[in-house]
């Protein structure tokens, strides 16, 4: 089930039962309230009944008529619909009437809602009154008196009101239209119900679709990416919690767009490693075996071969170098180092003294200018980063020309360069120098014995110290390279 759907049939639930089980308190309440209200005032009539029956009594100068007095207090009581008697136990109405009367104490009243064979409702109160002395007689009072207006009520016989019993005062409410009242009420209040739930059906089914359109668009936006467009994004409205998780959505996929591609390029660069490297070796490894195979097949001069053993000892030479390169690189990713404190200034002599047959070599003359300071190096890696980038250096230079290498402090680090005035790189080049197997000239670098590792080594080296190699170059002009490590604090020295 969609969540729309959900959110609209949760809300019409909570709608229905809230407005049904408020209306049915309600109706409750109202019917109570008019149930309350009209036994009180049967309870106020009845009293004013025995009220007004004690004080005949006890002003009784004339017959006492019965029927003549509940005919007077009826006329009081204007146009209520409450039915009066006085009667004996056995007269109360209602099939349990006299065992209801049974139990009241003597001047008690109790009161109960009682249905009759019709289905009506009426309020009954009795009030029980012990009669004392002498009061009536056979042939005063109770001669003719007929069966009253009231509903079950008998003839009153002269043993009924003898000296020393009971005398039951009652009255009889109909309450019938209290009942009448409350079903109109149910019967309109579920219509009432019937039209609230309509009206809020259509109010909460448009709603619902409304607030869940966002989630709506960001599942979109999900299939879109899970079928491969990573550049897709959700559009952001409002502030509420959709529109921060749309906003983290966006967050997540630029995240997971990004690991993509760098993923997509560690991917191509793995497979331009692989063919670089089976390139790399199928050049020399094809001379060596081309010359080799000549040596052992021909007769051949002297100069030819040396010429060819010429070959196949350069050729072994670039392949040792890619060995050790690659040997070190995986060295590098297997292994974590610790920096210690290095002073820079002997270091950078260090540095000279092992470059010096390199620098005769290629007749190279090197420029040192450090800065005193006290640095965090691996030293042996450090050596062979510096060795590696004035090699470079050396190889991109004419004979008779000048490296320099400097070291200088630069807020809080500690800056090395090396420089030369070579031929340069390509702009569009610098980018890519760093790649394993990269190599801007080809041809040259494989004359000098070039695998294309060295600043891929290089670059990792500087990593492991907290920066990457930063190149400047203009063709024609030289090339310089940098990268900062860090300065001892003085609790490292």
């Known amino acids: 089930m969609k969540f729309a759907w959900k959110v609209f049939l949760s809300s019409i639930l909570v709608v229905t039962a809230a407005f049904g089980i408020g209306g049915t308190l309600m109706i409750s309440s109202l019917y109570h309230q008019a149930l309350d209200q009209e036994l009180r005032m049967a309870t106020q009539e009845n009293r004013y009944l025995c009220f007004s029956f004690g004080t005949a009594v006890d002003s009784l100068t004339s017959p006492f008529d019965p029927n003549q007095f509940l005919n007077q207090i009826n006329d009081v009581m204007g146009e209520r619909s409450s039915d009066f008697s006085i009667c004996s136990q056995e007269e109360v109405r209602f099939p349990d009437g006299p065992e209801f009367a049974g139990n009241i104490p003597v001047n008690t009243r109790a009161s109960r809602v009682v249905t009759d064979e019709n289905g009506v409702e009426y309020i ?71 039209a609230v739930v309509g009206v809020s059906s259509v109010i909460l089914l448009i709603l619902s679709h409304f607030l869940t359109r966002p989630l709506k668009r960001l599942t979109n936006v999900t299939q879109d990416i899970a079928s491969g467009d990573f550049s897709t994004r959700a559009k952001v409205k409002g502030n509420d919690e959709i529109g921060a998780l749309t906003r983290n959505f966006n967050a997540m996929a630029d995240v997971v767009e990004e690991k993509i591609h760098d993923l997509e390029e560690t991917a191509r660069q793995r497979e331009d490693f692989i063919a670089s490297f089976a390139h790399e070796l199928k050049t020399p490894l094809t001379s060596i075996i081309g010359y080799a195979d000549m040596l052992r097949s021909y007769d051949m001069d002297v100069a030819d071969r040396l010429t060819a053993a010429n070959y196949i000892f350069s050729e072994g030479k670039r392949l040792e170098s890619l060995s050790l390169h690659l040997l070190d690189l995986i060295v590098l990713h297997k292994q974590d180092f610790s920096l210690v404190p290095v002073d820079s200034a002997v270091f950078t002599k260090e540095v000279a003294n092992i470059l010096m047959p390199l620098l005769q070599k290629h007749r190279q003359t090197l420029r040192v200018t450090a800065a005193q300071a006290t640095i965090l190096l691996e030293p042996n890696l450090m050596k062979t980063l510096l060795y590696n980038l004035i090699d470079n250096a050396c190889k991109a230079s004419e004979e008779g020309g000048e490296i320099f290498l400097t070291g200088e402090q630069e807020n809080g680090q500690y800056r090395f360069l090396v420089q030369d005035h070579g031929r340069g790189i390509p702009k569009e080049e610098l980018g890519k120098i760093t790649e394993p197997f990269y190599m801007v000239d080809k041809s040259r670098a494989r004359k000098q014995n070039g695998a294309g590792l060295g600043l891929a080594l290089c670059r990792m080296i500087a990593q492991l110290h907290g920066d990457d190699l930063h190149f400047t170059s203009k063709l024609g002009e030289g090339t310089c390279v940098s990268f900062f490590v860090k300065e001892a604090s003085k609790d490292e020295t």
Request: hydrophobic share 35%; proline share 3%; aromatic share 14%.
């Open 124 to 194: 009954q109160i009795v009030t029980r009154i012990q009669l004392s002395g002498d009061i009536f007689s056979e042939d005063t009072y109770f001669t003719g008196i007929e069966e009253s207006d009231a509903v079950g009520e008998e003839a009153v016989s002269p043993n009924d009101f003898s000296p020393g019993v009971s005398c039951y005062l009652e009255s009889l409410t109909d309450i019938s239209y209290i009942y009448g009242m409350r079903d109109g009420y149910i019967a309109l209040y579920r219509w009432i119900l019937l």
